[in-house]
């Protein structure tokens, strides 16, 4: 038995590590085994490398690829009857192997597949210059993955550009509703990487939706990367902790944390989680836990809008939507029957639920850039429930699901638009 | 451990994607759902065609290497454990749902398709297979068959075997066999796809299944009951039965699991029961309705708490409670010995009564849980095998409880089967006659006994008795 001290983060999960009795109801539902088929790659499996690991049967190298090859959806949570969370597991696995062995991401990277695509780099570079340079001066700390991270999805993937004006240059840092319409509540929005870098127009459609309706919201410019490519993608605690120090105290001020990226506000709620190390943290973590709220979640429990506040944009009318209900929001937050209710009850739009509409979609950050073919193979289950359901338009709260939809749907030479659930209104 | 050479070679044949030798991947390939065996294959292999699995079983056969089948590996026998080491043969990419007959009432399925993904097949068309072993989201239809798969439905449906026609299987020598056929009526020749039902991989490799369906049952519905004692439970099934009411399911829980079913059922009477009584009837809305009012006026006689689950989604959370029997009681001690003895049903209060006794004697907690109404139980004896002392207790009373079971009339495996975790009972529960007529099946199916080497009645001396763990070779 290797002394525990190696193994600081495993031993923090020890309790769902020892609740698994091997019983095999993940397998149906893990969609990493579904393709694969392999016992390394399912829930189970990966609970016993990690037993074996601390065993001394095994090092962090050998299983390191078996624990990256998990999409952290939850699924197999949802089925065990122990309750086993293998995802807490597998992210604090990680999180010992980074600390035992060094971070491989996203040097890994840079190395074996950025610089010898030189044109590739070149931008890269260019972007990544760019925000550390102008937009993020290095003095406030603040960390971005983003260009790296974009980069390595274009590996023959349809992804979206880079927007030419980041919404933090589009929206000011405060914005009130027009004048005649009464402040209800202020909030505080978390742009995520993906809207503000990639979908500005999705962020600049939330805030103008809720000033639109009562709602003052902040953007606050002390705001980072949510970083979970860097805390559950990759391990790496330790940047994951400044990361989500810069959050807290850039939203320090506000009642709520309204979000529209599912991964974000998981990841966020999970600070208290993976991260807090210290008493001071883990009261700081989870109060700002408390705080976060799903776009749509805020929208149907907080301001309890009626049908006839959400107005169609006209091109969406009378078209046929369905949803894809990202692993961050229905399981993660527990999110699930609000963006329904919304979608329900629009007399402008018809709405059709997708079969599975909760399975994972292959995206999963770091995951689809490390396995693109296991997952594109996962996305083609999710885009054959698209195409069942015979809706025009595919929407979903979580921007990287979102792009791995549109690439998914472009891949079949599908009509389907995809977009974030805000953007179908005015 | 092998000669890399046949590594090299099982890549040629079933390509280098389709071949597992790294050690995590061995690792993952060294335990089945007990937690009593541990050992790592020297390599795995997992086919995609049946003339994959033909070349891969000639070249064992041809350098006289142990090969252990496996599909989900979610069995509770050892069984699909590869003690001896060698090949590991997984059929979890042999996974395609080949036909569905609705109009024959039939259905050709690959081994590696799991249960839980050919039942929501069948659903679509309004069929069923009602084995339903509690595995069943990650068992494979090769396990099923191999296994002879039961489940709580089996009081109304009985077990895999009244389910299989026909079989291909893949002898130890490579020969591919047909076996059965189509129609539910065969009487041509001995009943050979009986002999690979139930054979634990022994035999031969069972790459192709044909298995007869049945209706989806129209409505069902669940009814909860608890009772003061065991006996009392046992009796109103009997009851039920002699009542002309054959439910789908009836499953036993006693008073260890009970947390489960908080917040389900009031806490009065969780903490004032013994034991709860599930029980499901299913057919036509009219029947299913009829029939839950003579269930229910039976528990009444008995008990004072009954209630009927309003709809589908009340009674999936019962039926949850129920299925996480296992992992609950698994949770409350380092180490359980699950047994699955099955008697006759009027014997069950005699049995668990008997058995408390021996676990009173030997001072070891047990619980109980089971399919009731076939005389089908799990009892649980709660140990420790680091603690010596307190081990050898839990399997003095696991002796005694087969025993027990045994001269009741009982048998010493109701669905689990034998593989590594019941062998050392086997003579005590079968005619020494029938387990000679067992090995010359095996020496003319597998004469040089490369298929699942050391389960069932070969017995080995370098498998220690009761082994909590074997080191894996790699």
């Known amino acids: 038995m290797k002394s525990n001290t190696d193994f600081q983060q495993i031993e923090r999960f020890k309790e769902d590590l020892d609740r698994c009795t091997k019983c095999g109801f993940c397998m149906a539902s893990c969609p990493v085994y579904r393709e694969e088929r392999t016992e390394g790659s399912v829930a189970r499996g990966k609970i016993m490398l990690v037993r074996a690991l601390l065993d001394g049967e095994i090092t962090a190298d050998e299983m390191a690829e078996q624990l990256d090859r998990c999409t952290l959806c939850l699924a197999c949570t949802e089925n065990c009857p122990a309750g086993t969370r293998v995802p807490s597991v597998v992210a604090a696995a990680r999180a010992d192997k980074v600390r035992l062995k060094g971070l491989s991401f996203p040097y890994r990277l840079v190395y074996r597949w950025l610089l010898p695509r030189r044109r590739m780099f070149g931008y890269t570079l260019r972007l990544a210059s760019w925000f550390q340079g102008i937009f993020l001066p290095r003095t406030e700390g603040t960390i971005r993955h983003l260009s790296f991270f974009l980069s390595a999805l274009g590996k ?16 000011p840092e405060v914005n009130k509703p027009p004048a005649g319409v009464a402040v209800k509540y202020t909030v505080g929005y978390f742009t995520g990487c993906m809207t503000d870098f990639v979908f500005p127009e999705l962020g600049e459609k939330i805030v103008s939706f809720l000033n639109r309706n009562g709602v003052a919201v902040v953007v606050p410019r002390g705001q980072g990367c949510c970083g979970a490519p860097v805390f559950l993608g990759a391990g790496d605690f330790a940047t994951g902790r400044r990361m989500a120090d810069a959050n807290v105290k850039a939203f320090k001020e506000l009642d709520y944390i309204i979000t529209d990226c599912a991964t974000c506000a998981s990841a966020m709620k999970d600070y208290v989680r993976f991260l807090a190390d210290t008493d001071e943290r883990k009261r700081d973590y989870a109060a700002y836990a408390g705080r976060i709220k799903d776009i749509t979640e805020f929208l149907v429990d907080v301001l309890k809008l009626p049908p006839s506040a959400y107005r169609v944009a006209p091109e969406y009318r009378g078209k046929t939507v369905t949803w894809h209900e990202p692993c961050h929001l229905g399981r993660y937050l527990g999110v699930r029957e609000q963006p329904r209710q919304i979608l329900k009850s629009i007399p402008d739009i018809k709405y059709v639920e997708m079969p599975d509409a909760a399975r994972c979609c292959g995206m999963a950050g770091t995951f689809s850039i490390n396995f693109y073919e296991l997952s594109k193979k996962i996305a083609d289950k999710k885009v054959a429930s698209i195409a069942a359901t015979g809706a025009g338009i595919v929407v979903t709260g979580c921007p ?27 | 451990m092998i000669d890399s050479n046949i590594i090299d070679r099982l890549r040629r044949i079933a390509g280098n994607e389709n071949v597992l030798a790294a050690r995590e991947d061995l690792l993952a390939y060294s335990y089945d759902a007990t937690n009593t065996w541990k050992h790592a294959p020297d390599v795995v292999v997992l086919p995609v065609n049946v003339a994959q699995v033909s070349e891969i079983l ?23 454990v590869p003690i001896k080491g060698g090949i590991v043969l997984c059929t979890t990419r042999l996974d395609r749902i ?12 690959e081994p590696g398709v799991v249960l839980q993904d050919f039942n929501t097949a069948l659903a679509r068309q ?24 039961g489940g709580p439905s089996c009081l109304k449906y009985g077990v895999t075997r009244q389910y299989v026609l026909g079989l291909e299987v893949v002898l130890a020598d490579g020969t591919v ?10 009487r041509t020749g001995y009943e050979l796809a009986m002999l690979f039902t139930g054979s634990e991989g022994t035999l031969g490799v069972i790459s192709r299944i044909i298995l007869r369906l049945l209706p989806a049952p129209k409505a069902s519905r669940t009814i909860v009951a608890a009772f003061d004692d065991v006996a009392t439970a046992g009796e109103t099934v009997s009851s039920i039965i002699a009542g002309s009411v054959l439910p789908s399911k009836v499953e036993f829980v006693d008073n260890w699991t009970f947390e489960k079913f908080r917040g389900l059922l009031p806490d ?56 996480a029997h296992f992992s609950d009681i698994s949770s409350r001690a380092h180490t359980i010995v699950n047994e699955d003895v099955s008697v006759p049903r009027d014997k069950i209060a005699e049995f668990i009564r008997l058995s408390q006794e021996s676990a009173r004697r030997h001072d070891v907690p047990i619980s109980f849980a089971g399919h009731v109404g076939d005389g089908n139980f799990h009892p649980v004896v709660l140990t420790d095998n680091r603690d010596r002392e307190h081990y050898q207790r839990a399997l003095m009373c696991v002796d005694e409880i087969i025993e027990t079971a045994l001269s009741l009339g009982g048998v010493l495996s109701g669905e689990h089967g034998i593989g590594l975790e019941k062998q050392r009972f086997l003579k005590k529960a079968l005619d020494p006659a029938a387990i000679n007529i067992m090995k010359k099946i095996k020496d003319v199916l597998d004469p040089l006994h490369i298929l699942n080497p050391g389960k069932i009645w070969e017995e080995d001396s370098k498998i220690p008795l009761n082994p909590f763990r074997v080191n894996p070779s790699g």
């Open chain 2, 268 to 323: 009065e009477t969780l903490d004032s029961s013994q034991v709860i009584l599930l029980i499901q009837v299913d057919g036509l809305p009219e029947t299913v309705e009829a029939e839950t009012q003579l269930v229910e006026a039976t528990c009444q006689q008995n008990t004072p708490w009954i209630k009927v689950a309003v709809d589908s989604t009340e009674a999936e959370r019962y039926w949850q409670a129920r299925r």
């Open chain 2, 177 to 186: 066999v047909k076996l059965g056929g189509l129609t539910p009526k065969n």
């Open chain 2, 58 to 80: 000639r070249l064992a056969s041809e350098n006289r290497v142990p090969v252990t089948p496996r599909g989900g590996g979610t069995n509770v026998s050892g069984g699909s």
């Open chain 2, 126 to 149: 309004g069929l069923f297979f009602p084995p339903d072993p509690q595995s069943f989201a990650g068992c494979t239809m090769g396990g099923v068959v191999a296994e002879n798969s």
């Open chain 1, 400 to 426: 990287g699901c979102e792009l791995q939809l549109i690439d998914g749907t472009r891949r079949h030479n599908m009509p389907q638009k995809v977009m974030h659930i805000m953007e179908l209104f005015e």
């Open chain 1, 156 to 171: 023959g993937r349809h992804i979206p550009q880079i927007a030419p004006r980041f919404l933090r240059q589009t929206v």
């Open chain 2, 98 to 109: 080949i036909e569905i007959n609705r109009a024959n009432l039939h259905a050709v399925v």
